[in-house]
């Protein structure tokens, strides 16, 4: 048993079209930063947990792919799918193995290789990660679509416009332009954003997180595994909360949130005690897969009332300096999404700005030392908040 | 492309056009196609034939659509099929330009969610100008035949 576990060492592919590798050298590009900041070897490792969702990729036995590769046979591991939200799955699992006390060190990564297939092959299979029969098979939903049913529900109801929607982006860019990992370093405009053709009205093109190959990897030692080793460098979990929605949109109450979202985000709080979490925390990845969804995270997470969030995109407020800085990194929007690496990403970003690791121009303050990631797999079909921290709770 | 590649280098390797990286391109195409039971849902399929929109209703009361089997609530599987009203308000809507490439035969098309009169919500494809409505419209539920060639229900804004 340990009642606290810490990320103790994390690494990060370059997120993009990575023609450059297979999908073995772009899991060992995350997993050797990984070994080398924890200052350990692939045989130091207990149990290991791959997040992947696969289906457009070759490879899909990954865990034993990477034992193979990086020498980690014949260790427990595990393949863990929660369509975006995979990458939170596989720091869960490994999270309670070391809860439960079967483990003290366990790598976990999250990897996807999507442009193995074809863009259009992509699109037809995110298109199924709802409920297949009522809303694929015979109405043809796409990924962009979901989630733009509740894009278009919020401005219905609280007045949000397309431009606004488009400020997430030209955030997003502006710290993807500072993040070396990411997929798209380029600042863009309103009007870029507004121009571009649209995918899912009301969503267009640079609404939309790109399809993208990349990996991330954080290792997770036990309290007893910290002290021993005398690790200086690492961010405790403070806690993690889960939330599951209905695969069947039309099986919800409303669309302008994510009742899966709010769910896990109360057990979060709860749990590290926070009752304030603009102030109790130092900033905030959430799971902007689109630009509206972002505007709905704020108010799933608190950080302002029920339709306010999109108060908080114009008037800055979740810049660096703003009340709360979001997607710092670049967010999905410009660093990329390779759906089970995600999570993880975000869990190596939470690591990054909470050491005052970040690259320059993307450095949050760290006052309370507390940062907070949220990981949305399907619309709500999966969501994990997870709350990091410098001192153990 | 990858039949040249064989003749030219010996090895179905291509070099990717924007990188340059050499790629295999894989021989092993790779088909899927489901087949789902209906069985437990069989009545909803003749309803649709006679025009009619079907929910379950369990003893218990609660109403299911789209219809199951089985109740979570009370743990029983005795349903009853009910007709729906069809009328109902529009809640939300999107217009999907970027179709999967098994939906490249329909032009872009609006899905809808409106919540029936009944107290069920229906997501379908919504027929019309989805410029001139918006959340709040009233709308009835038509059961057409698909280019597919079958029968499957859409909103239609009154």
Redesign the interface.
Known sequence: MSESVAIIGVGHSKFG?R??VNVAELCWEAMKPAFETANLEPKDIDFFVVGTAGMWS?EQAVPALIAEYADLAPKGSMRVEAACATGSAAIRVGYQAIKSGTADLVLVLGIEKMQESAN??V??MI?RFG????????????F??YY??????YM??YGATEEDFARVAVKNHYYGARNPYAQFQREIDIETVLKS???????KLYDCSPITDGSACIILASEEKVKEMGIEEKVWILSQGVGTGTA?????ED?TSLASARYAAEQAYRIAKIENPTKELDGANVHDCFTAPEIIAYEDLGFCKRGEGVELIRNEQTYIGGIIPVNVDGGLKAKGHPIGATGVSQAVEAYKQLLRKAEKGRQADIRVGRWLTHNVGGTGHYAYVTIYGLEKR | MEKEAIEKTGFPIVPDEKSGHLQWVDLRELKIKYTISVEGIKKFFEGLKEGKLLATKCKCGRMFFPPQKDCPSCMKSEMEWVELKKEGTLETLTVIFVRPPSFSMHEPYTVAIAKLDDGVRILSWLRGDPRAVKPGQRVRVEISKRKEGHLMFELVPI
């Open positions: 079209t023609k450059d070759s259009p092959t699109i037809e298109g409920s297949y029969f009522w809303e694929f098979e015979n109405f043809g939903l796409t962009p679509g733009a049913m509740h894009g278009t529900a219905l109801k053709p649209y995918i899912a009205w009301p969503f069947n949109l039309s099986r919800r669309f």
